[in-house]
């Protein structure tokens, strides 16, 4: 048996929401494809970019404005491609706690 096989799911999502001070949306459903061997494995950074976004209702592109970062850097931490920096990872925690703050930035 690998070390997927025995992965108990609920432990290690649940330790990674401690760790992230929020729950994660898809990180259950992340780390169950992950044990199944399917698709590409989800980083709990990745999955907190994409759900601070959706919290706020907003696209990419106006996400992206909001937080004065290019659209293509946005799509690269969704994707998994780059981890964001501790900064943007900071920010995101925020938005997911008062996503109106999104907004505010608008007019900032």
Known sequence: MNDLESL???KV??????????????????LAEAKAGQGRVTAPEQILVRSARRATG????EFAERINT?????????QGRFTPPGSAL???R????????ARELAAA
């Open 8 to 10: 108990d799911i609920e």
């Open 13 to 30: 999502a649940k330790a990674i929401e401690a760790d992230a001070g929020e729950p994660l949306a898809e990180l259950r459903q992340a």
């Open 58 to 61: 907003l696209t990419q592109a």
């Open 90 to 92: 900071c920010l995101m």
């Open 94 to 101: 925020i938005i997911m706690q008062h996503p109106e703050l």
């Open 70 to 78: 290019p659209v293509a850097t946005l799509r690269d931490w969704e």
